[in-house]
């Protein structure tokens, strides 16, 4: 069974910054069925990327997607206030899986 | 596109309770829908999905038996019958709706309705 580890755990940036996100699968993933989404606190999540590097409707283009194989990668070039909460990957398919979190805090 | 759920409440192990997700704004029928669990200050499980017509579903290992999904095209409103219920089920419960032809790829959520089975 395939497991998503995502890292680091918790990321405190300022606005302006670079946020990196590492998703890391324990088997080979089809970049197909890799996405990411964004949860802010009690929210319902957010479809952010898809196919490992195609936004999600109204995603603005500072978010981005990468990766192949094992490792995946959500990049948010530019930092904005409103980019805080917690960011999981996802495989998707008919068993669903989602890595465990990271957490990005704005300072 | 809206998605409200509702049914959450408290129940005690080995009690049942059904959830309903009530759809709006796109055609129900031609979208697969899933349904997803937040554990409380935990990440994301997916539980289970349906497809459009409802003749196909899955299952996640921890809920296969005791859950069962459904929907009902002509309400637009997707069901989860909860049976068996254990501590380990305690969640917000999110339905979701599937993007075409991409099973478990969720571009709409509800807003949730929280499960607390207590004694």
């Known amino acids: 069974e395939t497991v998503l580890t995502q890292s680091p755990g918790t990321l405190s940036l300022s606005p302006g910054e670079r946020a990196t996100v590492s998703c890391r699968a324990s088997?080979?993933?089809?970049?197909?069925?890799l996405a990411w989404y964004q949860q802010k606190p009690g929210q319902a999540p957010r479809l952010l990327i898809y196919?490992?590097?195609s936004r999600a409707t109204g995603i603005p283009d500072r978010f981005s997607g990468s990766g192949s194989g094992t490792d995946f990668t959500l990049t948010i070039s530019r930092l904005e206030p409103e980019d805080f909460g917690v960011f999981y990957c996802?495989?998707?398919?008919?068993?669903?899986?989602f890595g465990q979190g990271t957490k990005l805090e704005i300072k | 596109v809206q998605l409200v759920e509702s049914g959450g409440g408290l129940v005690q192990p080995g009690g049942s309770l059904r959830l309903s997700c009530a759809a709006s704004?796109?055609?129900?029928?031609?979208?697969?829908m899933s349904w997803v669990r937040q554990a409380p200050g935990k990440g994301l499980e997916w539980v289970s999905s349906?497809?459009?017509?409802?003749?196909?579903?899955y299952y996640a290992d921890s809920v296969k038996g005791r859950f069962t999904i459904s929907r009902d095209n002509s309400k637009n409103t997707l069901y989860l019958q909860m049976d068996s219920l254990r501590a380990e089920d305690t969640a917000v419960y999110y339905c979701?709706?599937?993007?075409?032809?991409?099973?478990?790829?969720?571009?709409?959520w509800g807003q949730g309705t929280l499960v607390t089975v207590s004694s």
């Open positions: 979701a709706k599937i993007v075409s032809r991409n099973w478990g790829l969720l571009d709409f």
């Open positions: 704004g796109f055609a129900f029928d031609s979208y697969a």
């Open positions: 349906i497809s459009g017509f409802g003749g196909t579903t």
């Open positions: 088997q080979r993933v089809s970049t197909s069925f």
């Open positions: 196919e490992t590097s």
């Open positions: 996802q495989q998707y398919g008919t068993s669903p899986l």
